[in-house]
């Protein structure tokens, strides 16, 4: 038998001869266990509101169909609604049905699909300040029933025949706020806005002298001098 003499030596061979304890670390209890489920399900219950409160939109608004240009009016079959789910300043501004939309005239183009607003479409009604004036344009001079509230026109007053007659330009880019009549009924009835007594003048005396021809400019830059 081999005998360790030195003391410090002793000791660290008795330290190596036994056994080595690891502690577990212990499992959570009851109460924790139950604590954590109860988290657990809070999570669940505020995402699956939160997915509820989200869902699908209910409340449909008024798109294009097609491609809308701009200048023209708007026929039936180029308006369809969709469900969206907007804010309430842009709410504000769009439409749900789409019929009193109908025969209105597009200030701006639209792309098949897009929300139509309010600042998509021309004025209809005169601005402060501005002149409201009737006048009669035979059908044949005044594009049929294809000027709607709306557009914009240039009006032209033809006086004279033949070599003698004279056209020159009364008032430009005026807006139409209602035009009254049809084809075949012996001519339109057009109001439109001006915007200063000059113009009012130059119509009047135009409708009162000779025949007027309505130029439909919705779409061209807008001029208003008279020429």
């Keep these: 038998m081999k005998v360790i003499a030195d003391p410090l030596t002793r000791l660290e061979a008795e330290a190596s001869n036994r056994p080595v304890v690891r502690r577990r670390r212990p499992l959570p209890g009851g109460r924790a266990v139950f604590g954590g489920f109860l988290v657990a399900v809070a999570v669940v219950g505020t995402v699956a509101a939160q997915q509820a409160a989200s869902g699908p939109p209910k409340t449909r608004f008024v798109v294009a169909a097609a491609p809308l240009v701009a200048g023209r009016a708007i026929r039936a079959n180029e308006l369809t609604t969709r469900p969206l789910d907007l804010p309430e300043p842009l709410a504000r501004r769009a439409y749900q049905d789409p019929g009193p939309l109908i025969g209105r005239v597009l200030a701006a183009t639209l792309a098949q699909?897009?929300?139509?607003?309010?600042?998509?479409?021309?004025?209809?009604?005169?601005?402060?300040?501005?002149?409201?004036?009737?006048?009669?344009?035979?059908?044949?001079?005044?594009?049929?029933?294809r000027i709607a509230a709306g557009d914009l026109v240039d009006v032209y007053a033809t006086s004279g025949q033949g070599d003698g007659g004279r056209t020159a330009a009364v008032v430009r880019s005026v807006r139409v706020i209602d035009r009254q009549g049809r084809d075949g009924s012996g001519g339109f009835i057009f109001t439109v806005a001006l915007?200063?007594?000059?113009?009012?003048?130059?119509?009047?005396?135009?409708?009162?002298?000779?025949?007027?021809?309505?130029?439909?400019?919705?779409?061209?830059?807008?001029?208003?001098?008279?020429g």
């Design 113 to 145: 699909g897009e929300l139509l607003q309010a600042s998509a479409l021309a004025q209809r009604g005169p601005a402060p300040g501005e002149r409201e004036v009737s006048f009669t344009a035979d059908p044949a001079r005044s594009l049929g029933q």
């Design 195 to 226: 915007g200063t007594p000059d113009e009012v003048q130059s119509l009047v005396a135009a409708a009162a002298a000779g025949s007027l021809t309505v130029v439909r400019t919705t779409a061209a830059p807008p001029a208003r001098s008279a």
